[in-house]
T-cell receptor
C-alpha cells in the first residue's frame, strides 16, 4: 500500500467549477508538498505546508495533521489549470514520498 | 534566473549501452535528487545527495549510478544492468535546513530503448 494516497485519480470539470483534490498519508511527516505537472512533464511547486492553510491566487491548500489529510482547492477553474496535481510528504527532513497524482481536465 | 537544467530532453539507449543524464542547478542548493516516473506510479527515488562527494541510494537504485563532484552537478548514469530503463527521469534540488523547504524540479529527460 502506498504511503500517500490521492483521490480522485482523474477529474473532469467545467470551466468555473470549484475543484477539490484530496491527499491522505499514513506516516508521520514534517511537511506536505503540492506540485503541478504540466503535459510536457515539467513540475512546479505550488505549496509547502506543515499546518493550517495557504492561499495563492485561486489555489488553496489545507492540511489536518491529526487526520493525516490535505486538500488542494481550485476556485473558478480554468482550462489552463489542466494538469496532473501531485501530493508529496516530507519525512526525515530530506526525503519525499509521492502520491500517484490526480489528472485534472477543465473543459471550456 | 536560477533553476535546474536537465539534458537531453529525449534520449535513446541501445541494448547493453550505458547512458548519462545531466542535471545542473544554479540555485546553490546542497541537496539533489533523481526520481523515476512511470505511468500510473508516483515518483520513485533513485539516488540523492546532501553534500558534495556524498550520495545515498534510494528505493530503486539498482542499475543506476551517480556522482557528486560539484555542488551544482549531479549526473545519473543508467547502466546496462537496468533492464527496464524506459521512463521519465526527473532531477530535483532542495536547500535543507530549518523550516521546510520545497523541492525544485528540472523539466525531465525521457529515456527510451531502441
Amino acid at each position: 500500500k502506498n504511503e500517500v494516497e490521492q483521490s480522485p485519480q482523474n477529474l473532469t470539470a467545467q470551466e468555473g467549477e470549484f475543484i477539490t483534490i484530496n491527499c491522505s498519508y499514513s506516516v508521520g511527516i514534517s511537511a506536505l508538498h503540492w506540485l503541478q505537472q504540466h503535459p510536457g512533464g515539467g513540475i512546479v511547486s505550488l505549496f509547502m505546508l506543515s499546518s493550517g492553510k495557504k492561499k495563492h491566487g485561486r489555489l488553496i491548500a489545507t492540511i489536518n495533521i491529526q487526520e493525516k489529510h490535505s486538500s488542494l482547492h481550485i476556485t473558478a477553474s480554468h482550462p489552463r489549470d489542466s494538469a496532473v496535481y501531485i501530493c508529496a510528504v516530507l519525512r526525515g527532513g530530506n526525503q519525499f514520498y509521492f502520491g500517484t497524482g490526480t489528472s485534472l481536465t477543465v473543459i471550456p | 534566473d536560477g533553476g535546474i537544467t536537465q539534458s537531453p530532453k529525449y534520449l535513446f539507449r541501445k541494448e547493453g549501452q550505458n547512458v548519462t543524464l545531466s542535471c545542473e542547478q544554479n540555485l546553490n542548493h546542497d541537496a539533489m535528487y533523481w526520481y523515476r516516473q512511470d505511468p500510473g506510479q508516483g515518483l520513485r527515488l533513485i539516488y540523492y545527495s546532501q553534500i558534495v562527494n556524498d550520495f545515498q541510494k534510494g528505493d530503486i537504485a539498482e542499475g543506476y549510478s551517480v556522482s557528486r563532484e560539484k555542488k551544482e552537478s549531479f549526473p545519473l548514469t543508467v547502466t546496462s544492468a537496468q533492464k527496464n530503463p524506459t521512463a521519465f527521469y526527473l532531477c530535483a534540488s532542495m536547500r535543507p535546513g530549518p523550516g521546510n523547504q520545497p523541492q525544485h524540479f528540472g523539466d525531465g529527460t525521457r529515456l527510451s530503448i531502441l
